[in-house]
Structure formats: structure tokens, C-alpha cells
């Protein structure tokens, strides 16, 4: 059960969009359509963004937007804003188990 | 208000025992999954293991990393999950989180406040 892969860093400018991946196998990502992206701030607990692969919770903007494809996840930051430069992981679940990204920085410009 | 208070951990040497409690408030303890979530000092989270409800027979599941050294638990007479740590490594150092998932017309993840484990001669 290695990490599923997300790239290290991303950046962006205020109002541009960003995405991030997340690769796993057809055993975790592509088998099921359980991914959750949370977004971690600094000595901060996690939040979740995104569940069950597209869905928003209450209270998260619309701007963030997630999706799938085989065995790779995405979550889309639209309108970058500077209170969105935070840590980012996603969690997929596996049957058996559940796994998190390596986890990707975002750098707002 | 839905709380999620937890307790122990600690400094313990390798090879040695630790148990981390969660007590839950505010929802029903009983019919939800607790999951536990690690973040070892400056790197990324990494699931350690959960345990269902007993309509899903306390079932529980382990990352391959802790597998046979941890054992995840839940009283529901007390509200509270505990995670019991054996024959701990230095890599295990981390903070704990216990979290909980609830679904009704909203999704909405609770975290505990996170627990350090250190693990050092």
C-alpha cells in the first residue's frame, strides 16, 4: 500500500485555475467512487473538500470541483484566491483498506 | 455540537506500548465508523485503520505499516474509540487524529485535535 501519487507542487495565480492529481490503481481510485480531497492549513486539523469523488459539503466553495477518470482523481481549484494556499491530500478508499496521496502544496502566486 | 476529545499518547521507547482514546459527542456513537489518521512531524496524513459499527460487527481494517501491532477499538457504552499501539518504531511518530463521517442531508467530516506520539530512547 504505497501513497497514491499526487504531484509535489502547484502554483498559480490569483484567478487562474489549478489542478491537482491523484493516481492510484484499479484496486483503490478507479475501482470504487469513494475519493475525498481535504485541504490542510498549517498546525491545522484537515477539512474536507470533496467526497464520493465530485461532491462538495456544505460551506465549501464552489470553485473547488473534483473527478475522475480510470485510476486517476482531479481536484480543480477555479478562481485561485490566496486563503487557498494550503496542503492538499486525497483519500481513496480500497475495500480493504483506504489510502491517502503523498499530498500536493498549493502556491498562490 | 459534535466533539471529538482525545487522550493519551505521549514519549514511550521503541518497542513499548501506548493507547489513545477518542470520546465522541453530540451524534450517535454507535452507529458510526471512527477512523484513525497519522501525520508523522513535517510529512503527509496516512491512514492507519477504522473500525465499523456493530451492525457491521466492529469490523475493522489496518494499514499494512501497523498491521498486527495496533489494534483499533470502541466501547459504545462509553462513547469512546481507542487506539491501542504495540511494540511501537521510531516511525510511528506522529500526531493522532480520530475522525468520524456523519451523512444525513449533509456530509460533514469531524476531527479530533490530534494527539503526539513520540517514540524515542
Known amino acids: 500500500q504505497s501513497a497514491l501519487t499526487q504531484p509535489r507542487s502547484v502554483s498559480g495565480s490569483p484567478g487562474q485555475s489549478v489542478t491537482i492529481s491523484c493516481t492510484g490503481t484499479s484496486s483503490d481510485v478507479g475501482g470504487y467512487n469513494y475519493v475525498s480531497w481535504y485541504q490542510q492549513h498549517p498546525d491545522k486539523a484537515p477539512k474536507l473538500m470533496i467526497y464520493d469523488v465530485n461532491k462538495r459539503p456544505s460551506g465549501v466553495p464552489d470553485r473547488f470541483s473534483g473527478s475522475k477518470s480510470g485510476n486517476t482523481a482531479s481536484l480543480t481549484i477555479s478562481g485561485l484566491q490566496a486563503e487557498d494556499e494550503a496542503d492538499y491530500y486525497c483519500?481513496?478508499?480500497?475495500?480493504?483498506?483506504?489510502?491517502f496521496g503523498s499530498g500536493s502544496k498549493v502556491t498562490v502566486l | 455540537e459534535v466533539q471529538l476529545v482525545q487522550s493519551g499518547g505521549g514519549l514511550v521507547q521503541p518497542g513499548g506500548s501506548l493507547k489513545v482514546s477518542c470520546a465522541a459527542s453530540g451524534f450517535k456513537f454507535s452507529g458510526n465508523t471512527m477512523t484513525w489518521v497519522r501525520q508523522p512531524p513535517g510529512k503527509g496524513l496516512e491512514w492507519v485503520g477504522r473500525?465499523?459499527?456493530?451492525?457491521?460487527?466492529?469490523?475493522?481494517a489496518y494499514a499494512a505499516s501497523v498491521k498486527g501491532r495496533f489494534t483499533i477499538s470502541r466501547d459504545d457504552s462509553k462513547n469512546t474509540a481507542y487506539l491501542q499501539m504495540s511494540n511501537l518504531k521510531t516511525e510511528d511518530t506522529a500526531i493522532y487524529y480520530c475522525l468520524t463521517r456523519l451523512v444525513n442531508t449533509l456530509v460533514v467530516d469531524y476531527w479530533g485535535q490530534g494527539t503526539l506520539v513520540t517514540v524515542s530512547s
Open positions: 473500525i465499523r459499527s456493530k451492525a457491521d460487527n466492529d469490523a475493522t
Open positions: 483519500l481513496s478508499y480500497g475495500g480493504t483498506y483506504s489510502i
